[in-house]
């Protein structure tokens, strides 16, 4: 499993960064004067309209299709949260990522991944994410990802689904509820 580690740093915080790789100690008075950042915008997705088939159901196992069309932007990952509130720990909250074609489910933490790599399956207290029937399809209608999940007994009751397209850094709108499940 790989981790990439993402920094975002000022102009400001940059000068003092790069004056201490020299090995001299940073003066801030010696500086340049920069000016306040400016007031960030708040970034707009455009992943499409999102749809759910089926979007309700019951039983132990599921088929989930999530299809994203319309949009003028192209994810990098479709995570699909399977549970009674918005909230990733204690979920079924399977990701996958367009990047590179990675099948992961989020462990009961709610942080961090296990990779379906070669194996059959990978699982969490809630569910097994299944290689079988698991994958991605893009044509020119959009984007689907599928998901095929075999919900554990301990994870009864309603759940809702909730999908969470994602720009490469983990940046995306917020989770749209698209249907439920009855996990019995």
């Known amino acids: 499993m790989r981790t990439t580690l993402l920094l975002f740093v000022s102009a400001a915080s940059l000068m003092v960064l790069l004056s201490g790789c020299s090995g001299k100690e940073a ?12 007031a960030s915008a708040t970034p707009t997705f455009d992943f499409g309209k999102a749809k759910l088939a089926p979007d309700n159901g019951s039983g132990m196992e599921a088929t989930l299709r999530i299809t994203l069309s319309g949009g003028t932007q192209k994810p990098a990952l479709i995570g699909m949260l399977i549970k009674d509130r918005q909230n990733g720990s204690n979920a079924c909250y399977p990701f996958h990522n367009l990047t590179n074609g990675a099948r992961s489910l989020v462990t009961d ?23 079988d029937g698991t ?11 599928v ?14 689904i909730w999908v969470a ?14 249907g439920d499940w009855t996990v019995k």
């Open 27 to 38: 003066n801030p008075e010696s500086a340049p004067a920069t000016a306040p950042p400016a």
């Open 109 to 131: 933490a709610g942080a961090g991944v296990t990779l379906i790599d070669g194996a059959r399956s990978t699982a969490n207290s809630q569910c097994q994410l299944l290689a």
């Open 135 to 145: 994958q991605v399809i893009q044509d020119t209608n959009g984007i689907t990802a």
């Open 147 to 160: 998901y095929h999940v075999r919900f554990l007994p301990s994870f009864k009751g309603l759940k809702h």
């Open 165 to 178: 397209p994602e720009d490469g850094i983990g940046n995306g709108p917020e989770m749209q509820m698209v």
